[in-house]
Each structure stands twice: as C-alpha cells, then as structure tokens.
C-alpha cells in the first residue's frame, strides 16, 4: 500500500508541475503579445499639442477659454504661428481678450494672423505687423480690377503717367497685401461689390511714393494667385510698344522774354518795348 501511495503521490506531483509549466509558459506568451501589441499601437510620428477652435468663430468674436481647446498634432507639422498652450493664446487672468480677425471652423488651428493682439479691436490696425503702414487708394478711378477685392489678397500696382518725354505705363510695387477694401476688414462681409477705395500695408519709405504716384498720374491693380510670391521684373512700357507708332518728342519752343517802358503823353498811358537789359 505503501508504495502504491508513494507513486500515486508522485504521479500528482508530476502532474501539477506540468500544470503549473504549461501555465507560466502561457503568461510568458501572453506577456509576449501584449507587449507587441503596445509596439503596433504605438504612434510612428512624435504629437504635441496646439490650439483648435472648439466651434466656429465669426469676425470680431472676443475669444474665451470655451472657444478653444487643445488638440493632438504631429510635432514635425505644426504651423509656425500656431499656439501650443492655452495661456500663450487667452494671456494671463488680468489680459484683455483677442478678437477673431478671420472666421474660423470648429477644429481649425488658430493662428496668430487669425487673431489680434491682447485688447485690440478687429480695425485695420490690428491687421498691421509692426513697422508697417497703412495706405488708402482710391480704385474708383483706376483701370484693372476693383471689383471681388478682399482683405488679405495680394495685388501688384501700375502706374500710368508722362515722363516728360512719352506717356508710360511701369510696375510701381509687387506683391502689395490688402487689409481693408472700403475700410472693411472682414472678409465674410464684402461680398461682390466693386470697390471705391483698397487700403495696403506697405513700408513706411514707400507712403511718398504713392502719395506721388497717386498725384502725378493714374493706378492700376493686376490680381496675384494665392501664394505666387515671384517677382515679374516688368520693364515699363510706353505708347510706342502698344501702337508700333513711334511718338515724337517735340521741343518746347523758347519763350521770348519782352519788356516794356510806359510813358505818360498827357492823360494817356502808352507801353514802349524796350530791350530788357535796358534800365528802368
């Protein structure tokens, strides 16, 4: 009996350490695909934060901490004027709030060009990074395009005039931002409308130029596609390429200087001509 007892006892011990092998080699296994299941949903790409409007923004909009949120992004894709905190956007506790100077989507990354400064309004300053100017132009009386204007589009600038020798046409600026048409800065609000007067940040050495341009002769407005950033190099042109005539210049004839002595004879005043290097 005896050893009857020993071998089942041994048997039994043989078979919970099988038991227990079989099961420490499934946790091993387990352990294994758990593992290389966190390895396959692990991101590829590296996500930082930025902020999104949290629902859409219409012009002129003060922006409040429900307006916006913070949303996952790929680090090597976030825009250079995006906020990647909410304090960097909304300031601290005592800051007045920006405004939404460009309608924005819900899910949308606000950009710094899409909102103004702490406390300013959404007017045409707003709109001016520093050491720019705003200059008004009357399109009213222009030639070209001044219908379908909208802030934020770009325009190259023509001028029309006489040299003193011919009538011209010359490029005057490249690649010019619009931040007002009809003082509006609104995009959503223009609609269709043919503009009276554009207004144009522009270096602060360039507002003489124009001011001339605008005086001396008649502007131009020629469209650019969105982000053409070229430079055209266009030479002036004048009559002569546009009709094949040669136009002739023609000499301003001299003025003839001629003086005068009056006399009186009795009641009567009479002018004698008198060469003009003679004395009084």
């Known amino acids: 009996m005896r050893i009857i007892f020993s071998l089942i006892l041994l048997l039994g011990l043989g078979l919970a350490g099988s038991a227990a092998y079989m099961v420490m080699q499934r946790f091993t296994q387990y352990e294994a695909e758990l593992t290389e299941q966190r390895r396959l949903n692990k991101p590829a790409i590296e996500l930082t934060e930025v902020a999104v409007a949290a629902k859409n923004l219409l012009f002129s909009t003060q922006i409040t901490a429900d307006d916006v949120r913070m949303q996952k992004w790929p680090a090597d894709a976030v825009p250079e004027t995006a906020y990647t905190t909410i304090e960097a956007l909304l300031g601290d506790a005592d800051a007045r709030p920006r405004v939404v100077l460009r309608r924005m989507v819900k899910d949308e990354v606000v950009l710094a060009d899409k909102v103004s400064d702490f406390g300013r309004d959404a007017g045409i300053l707003s709109r001016l990074p520093s050491g720019s100017r705003a200059f008004t132009l009357s399109v009213g009386m222009t030639t070209g395009v001044s219908s379908n204007l909208r802030p934020n589009d770009r325009v190259d600038i023509y001028w029309t005039g006489n040299n003193g020798r011919a009538t011209i046409t010359k490029l005057l600026l490249e690649n010019i931002r619009l931040v007002a048409v009809d003082q509006i800065t609104d995009e959503d609000a223009i609609g269709s409308r043919t503009a009276k007067t554009i207004t144009v940040e522009i270096d602060p050495q360039l507002v003489a130029l124009l001011t001339q341009a605008q005086q001396s002769g008649r502007l131009s407005l020629s469209f650019r596609g969105l982000g053409d950033a070229t430079t055209t ?46 004395g009084e």
């Open 233 to 278: 190099n266009v030479e002036e042109v004048n009559t002569q390429d546009v009709t094949g005539v040669v136009e002739v210049f023609v000499e301003p004839e001299a003025v003839v200087e001629v003086c005068y002595r009056t006399e009186r004879k009795g009641i009567d005043f009479i002018k004698i001509q008198v060469a003009c290097t003679e």
